[in-house]
C-alpha cells in the first residue's frame, strides 16, 4: 500500500451563522469545529466520487440493456432463417449444398 502524503492545513472563514451551526453539530460529535469541518468536506468529496460512480454505472446498465436488446433481436432473426431453412428442405426448395 502506498504510503499517504503529509495532510496539509487549511484556513477558511465562515460565516457567523455557518460557524455557529459548524460548532453546533462539532459538539454533537463530541469533536473540534475544525474536525468536523475535515468530516464534512471529506464526506462531499467521498459523495461525488460515489455519485460520478454511480452515474457511470448507470450509463453501462443503459448500455448492457440497448446491446441485449440487439442480441435478442439477433436471435430471434436467427431463429427464423433457421425455421425458413428447415421450411425449404421439408419442401425440396433448398439449394444444393445448403
Do not use: F, N
Not at 484556513?11 to 469541518?37: F, H, M, N, W
Not at 460515489?50 to 433481436?73: C, F, G, M
Request: proline share 4%.
Amino acid at each position: 500500500m502506498p504510503e499517504k502524503a503529509p495532510s496539509q492545513p487549511v484556513s477558511i472563514r465562515l460565516d457567523a451563522d455557518v460557524y455557529e451551526q459548524l460548532t453546533k453539530e462539532a459538539g454533537r460529535r463530541g469533536v473540534s469545529p475544525g474536525e468536523q469541518l475535515k468530516h464534512l468536506a471529506t464526506e462531499v468529496l467521498k459523495d461525488r466520487e460515489r455519485q460520478r460512480l454511480l452515474d457511470e454505472l448507470e450509463l453501462l446498465q443503459a448500455e448492457v440493456k440497448k446491446l441485449t436488446s440487439r442480441v435478442d433481436r439477433l436471435d430471434d432473426a436467427v431463429i427464423d432463417i433457421e425455421d425458413e431453412v428447415h421450411e425449404m428442405k421439408g419442401t425440396g426448395t433448398a439449394k444444393a449444398g445448403g
